[in-house]
């Protein structure tokens, strides 16, 4: 009995390292890689019975729960990086136009005008 817990737990190592977190792997899976990979953990794991099998589904699970929640951890990071820069390239602007207005004439009319084009306004 003894041996099969150690395969057993030798096997969820392996689905472990197949299923390896996103971040280590350095690109975000999609949801339809993360269920292709649970798919495969669970048709492994069709080959098991008893505790080792449900050993195997357990890790495959788990796996697939870490991956999702790596995935929306990702796109949330990417969104608040995106607002980030937004806010960034705003502030940007209004003290390139706080400058132009120090000016006055042709330099101030081409001083908004190159703020504008730079910040994309």
Known sequence: MKHYRN???GLA???GAALAPVHAQGTAMSQDQIDARYDAAKKQCD???GDSKDLC???ARADKDVAEAQAKAGKQKAEANHDAAKARQDAD???AKKKC???SGDAKDACLAE???RYGK
């Open 115 to 117: 703020a504008k084009t």
């Open 93 to 95: 602007y209004d003290v």
């Open 13 to 15: 190592l392996a689905l």
């Open 7 to 9: 395969a057993a737990l």
């Open 47 to 49: 080959a098991r019975s």
């Open 57 to 59: 589904l357990k890790q």
């Open 101 to 103: 207005a120090a000016m």
